[in-house]
């Protein structure tokens, strides 16, 4: 995803979150399981029973009442990175994004404790498997930000460091 | 530049790969005993036949290539002479360096009660790999593993090496597994499930005397009477920083002991938030410095802000807290941030249950504002916003809600790269 700008220099893309125009319809968390779970089917055609479906994404609450979507940051300092035991969890420079191998993960959830953003966790299924962000690898944007009707996730070109 | 690197775990290579980041044209070597890259935090999949020793590494087999570092391994340092920046190396060759960074760790500490097993052939504590493949050894020649301490160490190894035939006896101080992390509630279900699955759990329990047999300990004798026959001891120890080739030296160390939530810890290296000692251009980072616990998360970031600054960059350490620890077995997963024994007349208890699906959630709040410990079992997505509020102890009682629903978004703001603005942004 790493791309020039008109001034030249490197960028690449970020998913923001604009939370004042979040309306709380869990599009993004359909949309994230429709890509992940369910194979790209329609949102329509997920099973929301399905209990061992993931999201990657979050909604929450704030103390008035209002939601806020959450996706990971793919952090240019990744806590999930730094406090890996295993080497699983890498930041990839060129592209910004922070990547989960699962072959190495030894699933001792440290990632998970120091997430600062709540975004990581174990699967529902087996409870072994960390569920992370991959930005929809090999598509040309991120479903929940494709899924997004108002606009309250977003990507954003931001300086390469 | 020059930089020297004692060490290659956590804290080492994490400091080199950081360093040739920032400095081209650097050069770096890395001085290791160790002739394997390998994570500490690893050692028990290796015990339990789980992992090889390849897959016990933390970085991609061509690291040193790939990153243009020299590798001086299977030799350690005897000594430094800070005065002409020299580091006299086991092999009698001497390594020059203009910033050096110490990042030896630790090797295990025996409790001082338990001296008198301590020499016995049979009996291990687990610090580095040589001790992994001693016990892996050993484990399969056993019908009998006993463990003193029941604590993180133990859990590793016991829970899956269960179902496997051993008769396995776990001799715990406190009141329940894993004291120093969970409370009785939370550490109930791991009980239940060692005990179910055959072992023998000793709690409130010390030993008091070891039956012999040449070299070798036959049985132990605990406070109570009760006499446990065993093939083998896995002792949990305290740590020890690998800081005696600094004997003689002008870098300042702290050789005391400290006991820091019942674990004996010996001081090392004295370090402040940049990683920098008492000597200029001298640097330590991880297991081998003093006034912290030893935590895998601490010597990364210990690493990482030595080489920031051993390149002329800003960078601290935002805190060394190292009361932290996400526990998995049996299919339980639970995180606990803090310490969940503290106690006060302003300590306020909050709990969350809902038993049809496994959950629990403990909370302790000091005076209304300042979470002391937290722990989430059953439910652990979301753990990470306490572990910010725990260890630079924020104030949570401007915030109308919960406890156990509180988000980042409560406490902090993001700037224009969607990420949280702390306050000292150079900290990591």
């Known amino acids: 995803m790493t791309m020039k700008t008109e001034k030249n220099k490197e960028t690449i893309k970020k998913i923001m979150v604009d939370e004042s125009k979040c309306q709380g319809c869990y599009n993004c968390t359909f949309a994230c399981i429709a890509v992940h779970e369910n194979k790209g089917k329609n949102i329509y055609k997920v099973d929301t029973h399905n209990k061992n479906f993931n999201s990657r994404n979050v909604i929450t609450i704030n103390e008035d009442g209002r939601p806020t979507p959450m996706v990971c940051r793919h952090c240019d300092m990744p806590e999930c990175v730094l406090t890996c035991i295993s080497g699983a969890m890498t930041k990839d420079e060129e592209t910004g994004i922070v990547k989960h191998n699962l072959k190495k993960c030894a699933s001792c959830f440290m990632c998970v404790m120091s997430c600062p953003y709540g975004v990581l966790k174990p699967d529902n299924k087996t409870g072994k498997i960390i569920i992370k962000c991959d930005m929809c690898e090999g598509e040309d944007m991120p479903a929940c930000v494709k899924s997004c009707p108002t606009g309250a996730l977003y990507i954003k070109e931001v300086e390469k460091i | ?428």
């Open chain 2, 1 to 428: 530049m020059k930089y020297l690197i004692l060490g290659a775990s956590a804290a080492g290579l994490n400091a080199a790969k950081t360093l040739r980041k920032l400095d081209e044209s650097a050069i770096i070597t890395v001085v290791s005993q160790n002739t394997m890259i390998y994570s500490k935090s690893l050692l028990h999949l290796f015990i339990t036949g789980e992992r090889n020793l390849h897959a016990l590494s933390f970085v991609e087999p061509d690291f040193f290539e790939q990153n243009d570092i020299n590798w001086v391994n299977g030799v350690s340092a005897v000594g430094v002479n800070t005065y002409r920046k020299e580091v006299n190396l086991s092999n009698n060759l001497i390594e020059t360096y203009d910033k050096l960074l110490i990042a030896t760790g630790s090797t295990s500490l025996f409790p001082p009660n338990l001296d008198y097993i301590q020499d016995a052939k049979n009996v291990y504590s687990l610090e580095n790999l040589t001790d992994a493949i001693l016990i892996r050894d050993k484990i399969s020649k056993s019908k009998s593993i006993t463990f003193i301490g029941g604590g993180l160490v133990c859990l590793d190894i016991v829970s899956k090496l269960l179902y496997r035939g051993f008769h396995i006896n776990i001799i715990e101080y406190g009141n329940n597994i894993m004291s120093f992390q969970l409370n009785q509630e939370a550490a109930e279900p791991y009980q239940k499930a060692v005990i179910d699955d055959g072992a023998s759990l000793y709690t409130n329990a010390i030993v008091v005397s070891a039956g012999m047999i040449g070299d070798e300990i036959t049985s132990l004798t605990l406070n109570n009477g009760e006499k446990i026959n065993t093939d083998m001891v896995i002792v949990s120890s305290g740590i020890s920083p690998n800081s005696d080739f600094l004997e003689g030296s002008d870098i300042r160390r702290d050789c005391g002991l400290v006991e820091i939530k019942g674990q004996k810890l010996r001081k090392g290296v004295l370090v402040n938030k940049k990683c920098e000692t008492n000597i200029p251009d001298i640097y330590a980072a991880g297991d081998v410095c003093a006034e912290k616990l030893p935590l895998w998360p601490i010597a990364v970031k210990q690493g990482i802000v030595a080489a920031y600054n051993m390149a002329l960059k800003d960078k601290e350490m935002r805190s060394v807290y190292g009361l932290k620890n996400p526990i998995s077995y049996f299919g339980i997963n639970t995180i606990s941030i803090g310490d969940p024994n503290v106690s006060g007349p302003n300590i306020e208890t909050i709990d969350y249950r809902d038993d049809l699906h496994g959950v629990y959630k403990h909370a302790l709040v000091e005076n209304g504002k300042y979470i002391r410990s937290i722990i989430l079992q059953g439910e652990i997505q979301g753990a990470g916003i306490f572990e910010r509020l725990i260890e630079d102890e924020m104030d949570i009682s401007g915030v109308n809600k919960y406890l156990f629903d509180f988000t980042f978004d409560d406490f902090f703001e993001l700037d224009d790269r969607g990420q949280i603005i702390y306050s000292n942004k150079n900290a990591i």
